[in-house]
């Protein structure tokens, strides 16, 4: 079993910045495919961004693709969200994800879930 530990969310202005982080502790954080989601009040959970034990793949909904950047760092067992010209539409809460599969964005095929850490962007 892995825990997860989100943090870095917050409040900023549209086009702004903001990095969240993932921490993991328990079993082997590069056995995982790591992953973010987010969810806006009275909408479903939606895939992010992804990316792969190694940090060699990664994937992005189109929605962030150009904006967002996800990262791993193995050695610190952390994965990273880097978000840049934020919008209002970006504002939920995201929470990491890990995943024992081979490569996926399918929120159900992820294991593991972080608590969550509000987004708010305005505008």
């Known amino acids: 079993q892995v825990q997860l530990v989100e943090s870095g969310g917050g409040l900023v202005q549209t086009g702004g910045s903001l990095r969240l982080s993932c921490a993991a502790s328990g079993r082997t954080f590069s056995n995982y495919v790591m992953g973010w989601f987010r969810q806006a009040p009275g909408k479903e959970r939606e895939f992010v961004a992804a990316?792969?034990?190694?940090?060699?793949?990664?994937s992005y909904a189109d929605s962030v693709k150009g904006r967002f950047t996800i990262s791993r760092d193995n050695a610190k067992n952390t994965v990273y969200l880097q978000m840049n010209s934020l919008k209002p539409e970006d504002t939920a809460v995201y929470y990491c994800?890990?995943?024992?599969?081979?490569?996926?964005?399918?929120?159900?095929?992820?294991?593991?879930w972080g608590q969550g850490t509000q987004v708010t962007v305005s505008s």
């Open positions: 994800a890990a995943s024992t599969t081979f490569w996926t964005k399918n929120r159900s095929e992820y294991d593991y």
């Open positions: 990316v792969s034990r190694s940090g060699s793949t990664r």
